[in-house]
């Protein structure tokens, strides 16, 4: 089986992508090595929740474009996502950040501060089931007429020789298979236990603190985070690093403290000083159906990665971004 378009990942940026090419009528297919709930995307929190990553006017753009969609995606029940209300709270005083307007923030009053904090910001956002809504983009993705197969590609040229136009969306793996050594794994562990009745999300923004903690309540479960290990590439649960999230966690919503663990998860954030959403030709000859697509000489390579900490934040805008792309080089589909 061959495709115009393949698109390799098959995490939240490579689903959401395939999804934008298959809908605006282009014959997609996903080849990965992880399925999407073995993915780094499958294991976040996760919330829409952007940081000032490169290039900043873009970025500020992918994650306003992907509010938009998330919020509009809350009302179906299918997708997993919904807009949840907590506050995002600092041990020094801060300022409101960028985007706060765009979710409605207002400053807290102190009585509605944790002990230990100074300022902090309540608004609305929203909360994303990641093992759902991947599920989701794979039904959306099929019954756009696209498809996934697990491969594991060892160089980009490999691809190229699959299809006229590839879109490589494979995370911390860029960093071997794009041969980029710019992108960095920073590990990141979850704990997810029963909920004791919370309903609102907590995060700690004290800017510049060691440890992540936050609290996402899902419906009948919290997500607590969390870690960041720059450089570890291990997978496997590190129990002393669960039960250190859940005292931080528990420190701030004592309910936590003896609430059953139903999970641990891990995933490697994709981090990269500057997001890489770029294009280019690969001098390769097309050997499947699809290469009938005209793409002018070589094949066209397309890198959607190194959205570090906020994929899902992001994922829309740049998917869309790809999609456009594509279509400006290839024309019309019929
Ligand atoms: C603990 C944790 C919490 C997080 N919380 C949030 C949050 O609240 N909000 C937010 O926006 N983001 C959050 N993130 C970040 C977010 O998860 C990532 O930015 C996002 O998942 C990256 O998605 P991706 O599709 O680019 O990569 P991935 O999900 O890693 O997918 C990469 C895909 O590429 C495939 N692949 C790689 N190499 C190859 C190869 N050589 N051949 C074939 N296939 C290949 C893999 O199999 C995989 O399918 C969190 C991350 C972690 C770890």
Request: net charge negative; with cysteine; aromatic share 6%.
């Amino acid at each position: 089986m061959s495709a115009s378009v393949l698109v390799i990942g098959a995490g939240v940026s490579g689903l959401t992508t395939a999804v934008c090419l298959a809908e605006s009528g282009m014959d997609v297919r996903v080849d990965t090595d992880r399925l999407p709930g073995e993915t780094t995307s499958a294991a976040a929190g996760a919330m829409w929740d952007p940081y000032l990553a490169e290039p900043r006017h873009l970025v500020a753009r992918w994650s306003r474009e992907t509010l938009s969609v998330l919020t509009g995606l809350s009302t179906d029940a299918d997708a997993g996502i919904r807009l949840v209300e907590g506050t995002q709270e600092s041990r020094v005083p801060c300022e409101l950040p960028v985007w706060g307007a765009l979710v409605g923030a207002r400053r807290c009053e102190p009585d509605e501060l944790r002990e230990g904090f100074v300022t902090g910001w309540h608004y609305s956002a929203p909360l994303v089931d990641m093992p759902r809504y991947l599920d989701y983009l794979v039904r959306r993705l099929a019954r756009a007429g696209g498809s996934i197969r697990r491969h594991h590609y060892d160089t980009l040229e490999e691809a190229t020789r699959e299809a006229p136009v590839v879109v490589n969306c494979s995370g911390a793996g860029a960093r071997s298979l794009a041969a980029d050594d710019s992108v960095e794994a920073v590990r990141g562990q979850l704990v997810v236990v029963e909920n004791p009745g919370i309903r609102t999300f907590f995060c700690d923004d004290t800017p510049g603190a060691e440890d992540l903690t936050y609290i996402y309540p899902h419906a009948d479960v919290l997500v607590l985070g969390g870690t960041a290990d720059r450089g570890n590439w291990e997978l496997r649960p590190d129990e002393a690093a669960a039960q250190e999230i859940i005292r931080r966690c528990a420190a701030v919503e004592p309910s936590i403290a003896g609430a059953r663990v139903i999970e641990q998860r891990v995933g490697l954030r994709p981090v990269r000083e500057r997001v890489r959403l770029e294009q280019e030709r690969r001098d390769s000859t097309s050997t499947g159906a699809g290469a009938g697509m005209a793409t002018g000489a070589g094949s066209l390579l397309l890198h959607n990665y190194g959205h570090g900490g906020a994929g899902l934040t992001l994922s829309w805008g740049c998917a869309r971004e790809i999609a456009e792309r594509v279509r400006t080089a290839v024309g019309p589909t019929p």
